[in-house]
């Protein structure tokens, strides 16, 4: 069956001033992940991962290459918009969860989700309206396991509980795409999986195609596809299948 959602980066490229020359910081980076899959990107520090992603989500435009993303709506050349139609794409089309949640301090968990459906709105138009958004935003706490955390604020959570709002909340408008930075970076080992399981079963369920920055290795076998960054330059990885636990 043809993939809904495709997302196709075609010889990226991207340089930054240092000095007297330039710094690449994407090398003709080339990439295909469909509606549903996880593509990980490892490497190490400064070798251009958080670049990709920038660049992927319409933060900044590369100098050369194409960001193709295909939807059941539109075909958008991501490299290609102003930065009016790149910030209308981030609030509707774009799920982005950085590496810090960076959630609201005077917000409760469902008003973090619902904030993020009225970005760009200057008025909400109905009840209706409104009760939809809040059926929305209590559907996907619960999907990520916080129905029982709704009416809390970020100082009253958990770092993964935190995470997992900031999951929920870029998922608030049904995005086709998913840029997700080093999600487990800051969490211990139980708390991680959980977030690793999470974002596994919200982009199959969601069928966004998710670009996943990582630094830790251990659930790279269960991505649809894994690739290393070393100075700018992309590459497939071949990631052994994890050895079975006997007891």
């Keep these: 069956m043809t993939p809904t959602t495709t997302l196709t980066l075609a010889d990226v ?82 799920g982005i969860v950085f590496q810090q949640p960076n959630l609201i301090p005077a917000l409760t968990a469902v008003e973090q989700l619902e904030a993020m459906a009225h970005l760009g709105q200057r008025i909400i138009t109905s009840r209706r309206h409104r009760c939809t958004t809040r059926e929305r935003a209590l559907a996907l706490l619960d999907s990520v396991g916080l129905a029982d955390q709704r009416d809390k604020r970020p100082a009253q959570l958990s770092g993964g509980q935190r995470q997992r709002v900031n999951i929920a909340r870029a998922l608030m408008n049904a995005p086709s795409l998913l840029v997700i ?57 071949t990631v052994p299948a994890a050895a079975l636990v006997t007891p």
């Design 13 to 94: 490229t991207l340089t930054y001033p240092d000095g007297t020359g330039r710094l690449t910081a994407l090398d003709r980076v080339n990439l295909r992940v469909c509606g549903g899959e996880i593509a990980a990107i490892t490497g190490p520090s400064g070798s251009g991962k958080s670049s990709l992603l920038a660049v992927t989500a319409t933060l900044i435009r590369p100098e050369s290459g194409r960001v193709r993303l295909v939807t059941p709506r539109d075909t958008i050349d991501l490299a290609d918009v102003t930065r009016r139609e790149a910030a209308a794409l981030r609030r509707s089309s774009i």
């Design 181 to 237: 930075d080093e999600p487990t970076s800051a969490l211990d080992t139980e708390r991680g999986a959980a977030v690793i399981d999470l974002i596994l079963s919200v982009a199959h369920e969601h069928e966004a195609a998710t670009l996943l920055v990582t630094h830790d290795r251990t659930h790279l076998h269960r991505m649809n596809a894994v690739y290393q960054m070393v100075d700018g330059r992309l590459t497939p990885e």
